[in-house]
Each structure stands twice: as C-alpha cells, then as structure tokens.
Nanobody, 125 residues
Framework: EAQLVESGGGLVQAGGSLRLSCAAS????????IGWFRQAPGKEREGVSV????????YYAESVKGRFTIARDNSKNTVYLQMNSLKPEDTAVYYC??????????????????WGKGTLVTVSL
C-alpha cells in the first residue's frame, strides 16, 4: 500500500522558517516525481514545488521562488521542503504527492497518483 506522510507543519511568525518532510513507502520511490501542494481556505489547490524522479530537476511556483527549496533523499525515501521568509499568504494545508510522470499545464499539475493527508502551516503577522 502506497503511503505518503507529511510532517513539520505548525505555527510560525512572518519572516520565520519551517521545514516540511514527506516520508514515502509502499512504492518504488526512485521512479516517482514528488511534489508539494497547498490549499488555503477559500482558494484552489496550487502546486508549490516538484522534484523529478531521476535527474533532480525542480519546479517552483513564482510565489515561492527564492524562498522555498525542495530536496529529496532517495536513500531515506523522503522529500523535504525548506520554507524561508514565510509570509501570511503561505498559510495553508500542505500536501505531498507522487507521480511517475506528472505534467504541468499552465498553473495545474496532472498525473499525481498518491497523496498524503496534509500538514497545516500557519504564518502569523
């Protein structure tokens, strides 16, 4: 059974940092691209960052570019999202997801097959 478990969410002040982790099991981790998504109250889910399965190429939404960094450790079946200079608008439930070949069409990702349950990030003023 494929599983993705997020951790590291919490409450932080604006300008602070937080590191999210996504632990994967039940599938061949090295064959999957892993992405971070978020959904704020009243807003659509958006793709935050994605890292490819093999070459390590990365994608970042323009809203987080320069502030967030995605990384993966294949030996630990874990993906991380380092979030710096956090803003109140970063407040959301953050999900990690896995797909063999996800594709980006404008602002929407398709092809994520497995999803975690999410972890809440709250950034206060």
């Amino acid at each position: 059974e494929a599983q993705l478990v997020e951790s590291g969410g919490g409450l932080v002040q604006a300008g602070g940092s937080l590191r999210l982790s996504c632990a994967a099991s039940g599938f061949t981790f090295d064959d999957y691209s892993i992405g971070w998504f978020r959904q704020a109250p009243g807003k659509e889910r958006e793709g935050v960052s994605v890292i490819s399965s093999r070459d390590g190429s990365t994608y970042y939404a323009e809203s987080v570019k320069g502030r967030f960094t995605i990384a993966r450790d294949n030996s630990k079946n874990t993906v991380y999202l380092q979030m710096n200079s956090l803003k109140p608008e970063d407040t959301a439930v953050y999900y990690c997801a896995a797909g063999v070949h996800p594709t980006l069409v404008v602002d929407t990702w398709y092809g994520m097959d497995y999803w975690g349950k999410g972890t809440l990030v709250t950034v206060s003023l």
